[in-house]
Every structure is written in C-alpha cells, then in structure tokens.
Nanobody, 122 residues
Framework: QEQLVESGGGSVQAGGSLRLSCAAS????????MGWFRQPPGKEREGVAT???????RYADSAKGRFTISKDHAKNTLYLQMNSLKPEDTAMYYC????????????????WGQGTQVTVSS
C-alpha cells in the first residue's frame, strides 16, 4: 500500500499555476511534519515548503509569496498551490512526511511519494 500518492503535475508556461495534491494514508498523515521537496534536473533534492502540527508553515525563499502549502483533514490530503511559476521551478516534486522539521524541509522522513513532474516553459 502506497503511503503518499502525488498528482497534479504537468507542463505550464511561465506565469501559470498548478496545484499539486498528495493523498496520504492515515499513518503518514499523522506525521508531525508534511512537506514538499523538489529535485531539478541534475541537482540535489531541496525542501520547498512544510506544514507542521501546531507550528505553521515554512517556505524556501524561492517559494515565498508564490507557493502555498495546506492540508485538508477531511481528505487526508496535502496540497501545494503554485502560482507565478518560473522555468527554474521545473523539477520532480515529492511529497514527504517526517518526524521533525528544519525550515522548509521535513526531517526524519519516514514516507516519500513517487513524485510528480512539473515543467515550466518560458
């Protein structure tokens, strides 16, 4: 059984928007931290945004003002609304759930999704 399943990626022109979804199992949704990572082509994986129990949200500088992370408790689903997309946002985006948090990255990640590709053209 997959614990985290992403959807919503795709191709969009610069300035456009996408909303990523991450359907979570009960166990993974109960994690202290849920968040989004991304891995651009040829680069390391980086934290984009996190949401933690009773501790609010955190964003990478590159995401501030453009991306919004949220949770729907009724659906056990994590979202990432991405607006004003730029070509440098092109990456594989991963949903993650972990025991801790360091800024825009969950730590002690116990669950990873399979990833969803986002491609932004200029």
């Amino acid at each position: 059984q997959e614990q985290l399943v992403e959807s919503g990626g795709g191709s969009v022109q610069a300035g456009g928007s996408l909303r990523l979804s991450c359907a979570a199992s009960v166990d993974s949704y109960r994690s202290y931290c849920m968040g989004w990572f991304r891995q651009p082509p040829g680069k390391e994986r980086e934290g984009v945004a996190t949401i933690a129990d009773y501790s609010g949200t955190r964003y990478a500088d590159s995401a501030k003002g453009r991306f919004t992370i949220s949770k729907d408790h009724a659906k056990n689903t994590l979202y990432l609304q991405m607006n004003s997309l730029k070509p440098e946002d092109t990456a594989m985006y991963y949903c993650a759930a972990g025991r801790g948090r360091s800024g825009a990255a969950c730590t002690g990640v116990a669950y990873w999704g399979q990833g969803t590709q986002v491609t932004v053209s200029s």
